[in-house]
């Protein structure tokens, strides 16, 4: 199969970067940066002012004292020069690779293989970058503009309450560009590999930890964890029975919300013997809740005022995905990542009590349903926890081969004529003998 798509897209992307890049470098965009930045270029005038009006008394003075003009020092950069010659250099260094790979996808013609494949993720890395940097680069300081300028009107600060910063916005155009606009089809398969940067992204999230925080943390999430797991999973399991939803519906659904969300839903389907359509709708009861949550809980915490530490906890014990999570503790403090790290921290503990709930599930459900098939649970916890497991001996060898020697019965075996002269019984059903 070939991936890749033949379009000029990802040199047009490319291209509009480094434009881009070019125009901040050379100063052209000054005065839409000054506009979309104005507290950021107010700071950067007042230090050009300053700076010129001591170039120019230490010249008077020189002057008046008969001295040589002093050595002219540069200039320190500012915030505002800081700003764009970081956007001028993210733009050189994807524009550039951009154009570089998308000249080569035109010119090249693809073949089955993996330079076809890591090849076709690039328009869709592209696509992804490209939104992000006009959401980063451009909505979210205009909406922060709109938000100061409202607040002595409205007495306070819409887009802080609502949490309109690029994470929020860069969400919601995602949510729009796929349901209505759709993805092109030249960007599909890169758009698919955000699942694994996310992914990894949270794996090194880990190196930011420290073994204080870690032990600090730890201790105080797996206590909140675990009365929250077991609280939602004994919620669920009482009120189940009662809205009359069947013992496999509650028993998956139970799982999903006490403990991580899909994961576990999937993990505690075997034991509650649940059929596809309660994991399907298990799964879209976690994702509707996770993304309500996503937006609404950054709101609440800055309406109550929430540090960081009080934020991540609870969004790390009451979202379920750790996507999810992360989205919302961005959401909360985009600048920082203190928020990130207790959240993830309260949201990883969850998966420890996966294997608990798995086996009460398996004791309720065999309880509670007449006739329910005794379930292995050793056999169910080696099976969704196989990652886990390195030891050699988790795993079969593969039985040995047998000929049709080996399977003939001792007696008729030895007693069979030779090759030569037999066929098994298969010949006379107009089988060929192997």
């Known amino acids: 199969m070939i991936y890749t798509r033949k379009s000029a897209a990802l040199l047009i992307i490319g291209i509009i970067m480094l434009v881009w890049g070019g125009l901040n470098k050379a100063g052209t965009l000054d005065g839409l940066q000054a506009w979309l930045h104005p507290g950021t270029y107010k700071e950067h005038k007042q230090a050009v002012e300053k700076y010129a009006t001591g170039l120019k008394?230490?010249?008077?003075?020189?002057?008046t004292e008969?001295?040589?003009?002093?050595?002219?020092?540069?200039?320190?950069?500012?915030?505002?020069?800081?700003?764009?010659?970081?956007?001028?250099?993210?733009?050189?260094?994807?524009?550039?690779?951009?154009?570089?790979?998308?000249?080569?996808?035109?010119?090249?013609?693809?073949?089955?293989?993996?330079?076809?494949?890591?090849?076709?993720?690039?328009?869709?890395?592209?696509?992804i970058l490209l939104i992000a940097f006009i959401v980063r680069w451009v909505l979210d300081p205009i909406f922060a503009n709109w938000g100061k300028a409202a607040q002595p009107t409205l007495g306070w600060n819409f887009a802080t309450i609502f949490n309109l910063n690029y994470v929020v916005l860069g969400i919601v155009i995602g949510i729009v560009t796929v349901n209505v606009f759709r993805i092109p089809a030249w960007a599909q398969n890169g758009v698919r590999t955000a699942r694994f940067f996310l992914k990894t992204g949270v794996i090194l999230l880990g190196t930011l930890y420290s073994a204080a925080e870690l032990a600090q943390l730890g201790a105080l999430s797996v206590v909140m964890i675990g009365v929250f797991v077991l609280g939602s999973v004994g919620l669920v399991l009482f009120i189940g029975p009662r809205i009359q939803a069947t013992n496999s519906m509650t028993g998956v659904l139970s799982a999903g919300v006490g403990v991580c969300g899909v994961s576990a839903a999937v993990a505690a389907a075997p034991v509650v013997q649940a059929k596809a359509v309660d994991i399907a709708y298990t799964i879209g009861t976690i994702l509707i809740w996770g993304v309500a949550c996503m937006f609404v809980f950054p709101t609440i915490g800055h309406i109550l005022g929430m540090g960081p530490v009080q934020f991540g906890a609870w969004a790390g014990t009451g979202i379920l995905n750790s996507a999810q999570v992360a989205g919302a503790a961005l959401a909360f403090d985009p600048k920082g990542i203190e928020t990130l790290k207790v959240a993830e921290i309260f949201n990883i503990t969850r998966v420890l009590f996966l294997p608990l709930i798995v086996v009460w599930l398996a004791a309720w459900y065999v309880k509670r349903e007449a006739g329910a098939q005794k379930v292995d649970l050793g056999k169910v916890l080696v099976a969704k926890f196989r990652s886990r497991i390195s030891s050699p001996t988790a795993r079969k060898a593969p039985a040995p081969r047998t000929t049709c020697c080996a399977a003939w019965p001792r007696s008729r075996a030895s007693t069979r004529p030779p090759r030569t002269h037999w066929a098994p019984p298969t010949r006379r059903r107009g089988i060929r003998p192997r």
């Open 57 to 63: 008394e230490a010249a008077d003075k020189a002057q």
């Open 66 to 127: 008969g001295q040589q003009a002093p050595e002219v020092k540069p200039m320190k950069a500012t915030k505002f020069d800081e700003l764009k010659a970081g956007q001028a250099r993210l733009s050189y260094i994807f524009g550039g690779i951009f154009v570089v790979v998308g000249l080569f996808t035109l010119a090249w013609k693809p073949r089955e293989g993996n330079l076809d494949y890591f090849t076709s993720i690039f328009p869709g890395m592209a696509f």
